[in-house]
């Protein structure tokens, strides 16, 4: 029943592209479901060197409008279009995103194939489905600005077969049911799932700053994720950059780990005047050591939290 949680990086600059990293982009893949979140331009060609199904549910999260967190959004709908794409997608992010899709997408006549169901962006829970729920927050940074968590609705406990025979509960469709969650009925009574199962276990946590400066209130926001994909702009002796410019340092986004008390820390979003990100690596280990610099390309999976 378990399925995998894969995060990949299609673009770990910041607002410039270097030879190697492209404009911020960051899919997680779920059962045929796909979240991107934050859409620079260069996303397509990522997508198809990741082999990324564009026809399956998509959801894309938007975190502010800065051309390079939104620039490749337009020409990925055109592609999906030309894919004759039918299903509708979800695209959350605020309220001027959807002007400026609406405007562009006329002025270039591009004619959708598929419904776009716009959410405008707010604090608190954004979007559910029945798998999973998307909770924003406010971000600090120059313009209107949002983090985000994904997170899997709890799964259902441990079944316990030995109770479920107990019950006089025939093994086959009936336990199926019940390891669903669902309540069945035999020979006249009723067995409830927690009849036979253990309690209902977390399903996974991934947070996403977008760009921001650290605050108290989002190491509440990202307590407890099973990752942390976090702004890392500069490095510690860049502090007055990312201070002036609204962004953190990998120092800083290690902090607001460790106080999170996440299980693991991702850092992306580099600015270009580096050419290797080994040291804001190092710098942010010493803090926290469960943390990885992303490059393009990088997938994580992310595990079950235990117990
Ligand atoms: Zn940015």
């Not at 051309?67 to 004759?84: I, K, N, P």
């Not at 562009?104 to 598929?114: A, K, P, R, W, Y």
């Not at 400066?213 to 307590?223: E, G, H, I, Y």
């Amino acid at each position: 029943m378990a399925s995998k949680l894969l995060v990949t990086f299609l673009g770990t600059s910041s607002a410039a592209p270097t030879k190697d990293r492209g404009l911020p982009a960051i899919v997680l893949r779920r059962e045929g479901h796909v979240i991107l979140m934050d859409c620079g331009e260069g996303v397509q060609r990522q997508v198809l060197a990741q082999s990324i199904g564009l026809g399956k549910d998509m959801t894309i999260l938007v975190t502010h409008l800065h051309g390079d967190h939104v620039s490749g959004l337009l020409g990925l709908l055109q592609t999906m279009s030309l894919a004759q794409r039918r299903k509708a997608v979800d695209i959350v992010g605020p309220r001027k995103l959807f002007r400026w899709l609406e405007v562009t997408s006329d002025l270039l006549h591009i004619g959708l194939t598929f419904q776009i169901r716009f959410i405008p962006v707010k604090p608190g829970v954004v979007l559910r489905t029945p798998e999973f729920r998307v909770r924003a927050a406010r971000a600090s940074h120059s313009v209107e600005a949002y983090s985000f968590v994904v997170e899997e609705n709890p799964r259902p406990g441990v079944f316990h077969p030995e109770k479920a025979k107990a019950l006089g509960v025939p093994e086959g469709r009936l336990w199926s049911s019940l390891q669903r969650g669902r309540s069945v009925v035999v020979r006249g009574s009723k067995v409830s799932p927690p009849e036979v199962t253990g309690p209902r276990r977390p399903g996974r946590k991934v947070g996403y700053s977008g760009d921001t400066r650290p605050s108290a209130a989002l190491a509440r926001f990202f307590s407890g994720c099973d990752l942390l994909i976090f702004d890392s702009t500069f490095r510690q002796e860049d502090l007055d950059k990312a201070v002036e410019r609204k962004h953190s340092t990998s120092v800083e986004a290690a902090t607001l780990a460790k106080k999170a008390k996440v299980a693991r820390l991702a850092l992306t979003h580099f600015s270009a005047r580096y050419t290797t990100t080994r040291q804001l690596e190092s710098e942010a280990r010493k803090i926290f050591p469960k943390t990885v610099a992303a490059h393009d390309g990088l997938t994580l999976e992310v595990p079950y939290p235990p117990g």
